[in-house]
């Protein structure tokens, strides 16, 4: 769950952040959630790393077509790694130099693909 105020500025991205499921699947919808905004994403890969479970989420292409959106694929999108856990939820990590999991900031929802710009920023 992000934490309010240093991690998002967002109540909706606050409350989105705290929806955390142990299955995820390749194929699954997901959304970044960022300081106010939201970015769509697709879960790409899912694995076992020690004691943890991870999966692997890819930035989405989008376009407005009739005044909604529409997503699809970007296969040169930006990925990002995250760590399962039951108590914290989604955990961003990345690799260290010694190839070691380190946990980062940043959010992600699984289930939904959602687009949504701030415009006050």
Known sequence: MLKLGTETGSLINYVMSSEVSL???VGDPAT???W???EPMTVVEVFNHGMYKYFVT???D???VDGKYKFSRDPNGAKHIWRITKDQGYRQVRKNERG???LMGGGVVVGRREK?????F
């Open 36 to 38: 106010t905004d939201r």
């Open 23 to 25: 299955e995820v699947n």
């Open 32 to 34: 970044l959630l960022c």
């Open 62 to 64: 989008w376009e407005i």
């Open 58 to 60: 890819q930035r989405d």
């Open 100 to 102: 070691r999991f380190e």
């Open 116 to 120: 949504y710009y701030d415009p006050h």
